[in-house]
């Protein structure tokens, strides 16, 4: 099936600090591609949808200088959570979508960031 | 407003039995649904999908019904096996009206536990 890869798994790191997440389709051109936030005991939630070559689009709430999504190329978007804090300690994952109707997301393996 | 709703948070079952999850949603305009399977510290993996035009879609052990005048979808497994323990997420989405109409909305999750 459809591999998505997402990278680090994990990072812990002081608050201020930026992070770069990466997701990148390995077997697939992927035009949408989403990220996601978990809460414990919660659903994923939508942050932003990025289509390749375009600005992201941001869910209401979703603090676009503070989630920098860029996606540059039809098999990566990155995720940077510049001036982290312990606030945004959470899990991230994205995921990626093929060309065409009826096509289901797939997802990497998530990021599981924590900010002292 | 919970537009997809799993109402059951966990479900146990014996081995070789059939698993049924439930779900149910109050948006007349999602036309796509999708199951996802996920186990602890890893991304949501797809599993089957069905489009509004049909009621039924079997791909192996897995079968996903659809009642339209319900608006509630159901995936049965069978025979469950061990393997099959984890979290399933139930997903919609309005994908033909494209733009973020087209983003997955999802369920809060049902734990299966199998049980040999």
């Known amino acids: 099936g459809a591999v998505v890869s997402q990278h680090p798994s994990r990072v812990i790191c002081k608050s201020g600090t930026s992070v770069k997440i990466e997701c990148r389709s390995l077997?697939?051109?992927?035009?949408?591609m989403f990220w996601y936030r978990q809460f414990p005991k919660k659903s994923l939630m939508l942050m932003a949808t990025?289509?390749?070559?375009?600005?992201?689009?941001?869910e209401q709430g979703v603090e676009k200088d503070k989630f920098l999504i860029n996606h540059a190329s039809l098999t990566l978007s990155t995720l940077t959570v510049t001036s982290a804090h312990p606030e945004d300690s959470s899990f991230y994952i994205c995921?990626?979508?093929?060309?065409?109707?009826?096509?289901?997301?797939?997802f990497g393996d998530g990021t599981r960031l924590s900010i002292l | 407003d919970q537009q997809v709703k799993q109402n059951s948070p966990s479900l146990s079952v014996q081995e070789g039995r059939i698993s049924i999850l439930n779900c149910d949603y109050t948006?007349?305009?999602?036309?796509?649904f999708l199951w996802y399977k996920k186990y602890p510290a890893e991304g949501p993996t797809f599993l089957i999908s069905?489009?509004?035009?049909?009621d039924k879609n079997e791909d192996g052990r897995f079968t996903v019904f659809l009642n339209k005048s319900a608006k509630h979808l159901s995936l049965h497994i069978v025979p469950s096996q061990p393997g099959d323990s984890a979290v399933y997420f139930c997903?919609?989405?309005?994908?033909?009206?494209?733009?973020?109409?087209?983003?997955?909305?999802f369920g809060k999750g049902t734990k299966l536990s199998v049980k040999p």
């Open positions: 995921s990626a979508r093929g060309r065409g109707p009826h096509q289901p997301q797939h």
């Open positions: 077997d697939f051109q992927a035009t949408t």
């Open positions: 990025s289509n390749e070559g375009s600005k992201a689009t941001y």
């Open positions: 948006n007349s305009m999602f036309d796509y």
């Open positions: 069905i489009s509004s035009i049909k």
């Open positions: 997903a919609a989405s309005a994908s033909r009206y494209g733009g973020s109409q087209g983003n997955l909305i």
